[in-house]
């Protein structure tokens, strides 16, 4: 072309290049994935007969079409997904002449111009087809008009103003594009060149697209004409005002569509319930099957291994949606399995660069291609011939994993609107299956802190049997303050505690760890309920203002058959009695909670027989809105005097009878003891003068207890180590008061030494020339455990020797 001559317009056309123009975008695989209302008008086949034909078939532009590298040459199973193959690299223009729609004659043939612009990069679109009827530019007859021969050209867009009329209207003309894409295909139209209509005379002018103003640019006109004039609409523009509105009519109907799939799913923020939803949603109004694959960390609500997904990348089917016959699916593509999926197949591509992959229709080579990655399965009759879209479901800039959806063969296929609506969707989706892992991570989170600090408590103490049950809130969160414990304390006692810290979540757990691990500290050494209390209460202010629990600690000793109870603002508990069967609500100061400050605590002694059950619990259990806490309480004293062969299933009784009622929101933790109490035949005690010759009378007491019990294995190791204990005693006690000593037989054999000193006995390194620190030594070599604590009445050692077998009870 002749940039120099004048770019002037024909006389007796002064709008001549003001026209229609049908736009067709043809994808990579050389099929139709957009055509305009002016397409239909100039060529005949409507959208849904166009899109996802070859565009060979419809189009007059073969030559532009295919290069000596088009996408879907034979040997290519999968054809061209979307990879970056770059089409002829200039564009191309032309004129024929095509039968018009309706029309059967020669005459009624319709001269066609034609500009083709081949499109680089990373989209699915290959090229741009911009065309318009050649018979406005001639005479009525079709030959040249005044202005003699008109063919398409190219110049330079910087030459003509009306360069920018084009900008801005394709991207309007192609809604299904985003602004991204669309801005990315008219900078290359305006790189390649501006689309002009040259005439035999030299004139050469620009086609200025006439596919009317859109609506919104219609107001601003009319906003900024005066008032004198009145904007002149044409005949033309008016008609493209109609293939606006249709086109636009789609983009709403597609809008409309994905709010609904977002007010439809989300509803929860469970895993299973939100697949169930997202698989839901685009049945069958956007697609016949829906296939949804998850990575197994999604699954497990854990976090992503560093970089991309790989060929070795687990993937797992959680759900398979379809309009098909009940089972034709579910067979062959069973839900619940794992598997990768190779670097060559459609959904690697999908799930490494995180964008949709279409495939209009999915031949018989890629079918077969497609279905060996399922062994001993065919799902060739199941695929082929079907439109498939893959999708992403990512979040955060990470792939969760990927939908495939696929429509039946009479369905119209997939197209580039599609993509662009599939795409929005899994966005929405991936973010919706992100809530929910995130909550499962968390959640997992919390159950494992809240298991790691509750203790695991045995079943079998000396003197009675537990048991215990753990329900985590139902509404308030999986975690919790809420605890239980026992601690083993000297003389064959044993301390249980329930607490509850005020509130919920990570806070309160972490709370509540630190109070249980102080509980368990001051049992240890044997402090008094009320004095625990108390000091627990100065331990919570100390750690700060908002550190409220309650608790109830509570210290059986069965060789006394004595329960020693103090009480901080906590749910009293409950004594089942063996003679009768009848249960109570032990009368206990409730105090008030730890924390609160000030608040004096006081220990309460109750008798109790062997065979008696104590029931404590948090007032979860016993608490319920909009109903009186007595009931609670009764409730639970009936469920806990009901019979039961075990402790298990008395407190799964308890549980049943209230820890199932409608309405629960807290946590709830419930501590059962059955107090067996120790005999007085399996008790011995003595008091020794503290004098030289007291170990060799605790000796020979010792010995013959022991032949007694038939605990003759034990007599040696017993002796030696009650020597070394007495001796102990006597050489450090100073206070000349009796030293003690008391066996006790239960499923152990415990010895317990009291002196009257308050100087608690410390293991030493003994040196080779030193006389004594053996003896400490000798006993934790030889005993199952031994200890040491203090009391108001001096200082215990105590140690501990398992019984044989054959003695056990």
């Not at 760890?513 to 240890?524: C, K, Y």
């Not at 329960?563 to 032990?586: F, I, K, Q, T, W």
């Not at 239960?746 to 040196?767: Q, S, Y």
């Amino acid at each position: 072309m002749d940039s120099g001559v004048p770019q002037q317009e024909p006389q007796g056309f002064p709008e001549a290049a003001r026209v229609p123009l049908a736009v067709v975008v043809v994808d990579r695989g050389g099929r139709v994935s957009h055509w305009s209302t002016g397409a239909r008008r100039l060529f005949g086949p409507d959208r849904a007969q166009a899109v996802g034909r070859p565009a060979e078939e419809l189009l007059p532009i073969s030559g532009a079409l295919y290069g000596d590298d088009a996408p879907g040459r034979p040997g290519d199973p999968y054809g061209d997904w979307g990879t970056d193959r770059d089409p002829a690299p200039c564009p191309s223009a032309g004129r024929a002449r095509l039968p018009r729609p309706g029309g059967g004659s020669d005459r009624d043939r319709a001269d066609v111009l034609w500009w083709a612009y081949p499109l680089t990069g990373s989209g699915p679109e290959r090229l741009l087809v911009l065309a318009a009827d050649a018979a406005r530019y001639g005479d009525e007859r079709g030959g040249p008009g005044p202005t003699g021969r008109v063919a398409p050209g190219f110049a330079l867009h910087t030459e003509f103003e009306d360069a920018e009329e084009l900008a801005r209207g394709l991207p309007e003309i192609l809604p299904s594009t985003s602004v991204h894409e669309a801005t990315r295909i008219v900078t290359q139209v305006l790189e390649l060149g501006y689309p002009v209509l040259e005439f035999s005379h030299r004139a050469r002018i620009p086609v200025t697209p006439d596919w009317g103003v859109p609506r919104r640019a219609r107001q601003v006109v009319q906003r900024q004409a005066p008032a004198s004039q009145t904007p002149v609409r044409r005949g033309p523009a008016a008609r493209d005002d109609t293939a606006y509105d249709l086109e636009h009519a789609a983009v709403r109907e597609r809008l409309e569509f994905l709010n609904e799939v977002s007010s439809s799913i989300g509803s929860s923020l469970d895993l299973a319930r939100t697949i169930e939803e997202v698989s839901a949603a685009v049945v069958p109004r956007f697609t016949d099957v829906a296939g949804t694959y998850l990575r197994e960390q999604v699954i497990a609500g854990e976090g992503f291994p560093d970089g991309p997904p790989d060929g070795t990348t687990l993937w797992h089917r959680v759900a398979v949606e379809h309009v098909d016959a009940p089972g034709r699916w579910d067979d062959v593509i069973p839900v619940g399995e794992a598997m990768p999926f190779p670097v060559h197949t459609p959904f690697f591509q999908c799930m490494t660069s995180g964008e949709p992959v279409l495939v209009p229709r999915i031949s018989e080579e890629a079918g077969t291609a497609i279905a060996a990655q399922f062994e001993k399965r065919d799902i060739r009759p199941l695929i082929n011939g079907r439109s498939m879209l893959v999708v992403p479901l990512k979040a955060r800039d990470v792939v969760l994993g990927f939908m495939i959806l696929l429509r039946h063969p009479e369905r119209a296929p997939f197209d580039d609107m599609d993509r662009v609506t599939g795409a929005e969707l899994a966005a929405r989706a991936g973010l919706v299956l992100d809530n929910a892992r995130m909550y499962t991570y968390q959640e997992n989170v919390a159950e494992t802190l809240q298991d790691s600090m509750l203790p695991h408590v045995p079943a079998r103490l000396p003197g009675c049997d537990t048991a215990t049950r753990y329900l985590p809130g139902t509404l308030l969160g999986r975690v919790g303050g809420d605890w239980f414990d026992t601690v083993k304390l000297p003389g064959s006692r044993t301390a249980l505690v329930v607490g509850d810290v005020m509130g919920h979540g990570i806070n309160s757990a972490a709370m509540m760890g630190q109070l249980r691990t102080a509980v368990q500290t001051m049992a240890g050494l044997d402090v008094p309920p009320a004095q625990l209390l108390r000091n627990l209460d100065d331990l919570a202010q100390r750690l700060g203002e908002h550190y409220l629990a309650t608790c109830l600690y509570a210290v059986y000793d069965p060789v006394a058959g004595e329960l020693a109870l103090a009480n901080a603002g906590h749910v009293p508990p409950v004594l089942v009695r063996a003679r009768d069967g009848r249960s109570e609500l032990l009368d206990l100061p409730s105090g008030a909670p730890v924390g609160v400050g000030g608040v004096p605590f006081e220990t309460v002694r109750v008798r109790v027989e062997p065979g008696d059950r104590l029931v404590m619990c948090t007032d979860g259990l016993v608490e319920m809105r909009g109903e009186d806490i007595g009931v609670g309480l009764a409730t639970l004293c009936a469920s806990a005097a009901h019979p039961a062969a075990s402790m298990d299933d008395a407190c799964d009784t308890v549980i049943r009878a209230l820890g199932s009622r409608g309405g629960r929101k807290d946590d709830v933790a419930l501590l059962m003891a059955r107090l067996n109490g120790i005999a007085a035949e399996d008790v011995a005690r003595w008091r020794l003068d503290p004098e030289p010759g007291a170990a060799r009378r605790a000796r020979r007491l010792t010995r013959a207890r022991l032949a007694d019990w038939g605990l003759h294995d034990l007599a040696d190791t017993a002796e030696l180590l009650v020597s070394e204990v007495v001796t102990n005693a006597v050489r450090h006690a100073g206070s000349g008061r009796p030293v003690e000593l008391r066996l006790v037989r239960t499923d152990i054999l415990l010895c317990e030494v009291t002196d009257g000193g308050h100087t608690l006995p410390t293991l030493r390194a003994a040196g080779p020339g030193d006389e004594g620190g053996r003896g400490l030594r000798v006993v934790g070599a030889l005993a199952r455990e031994w200890g040491a604590s203090r009391s108001a009445d001096g200082t215990s050692v105590w140690f501990e020797l398992p019984l044989p077998r054959k003695t056990r009870t």
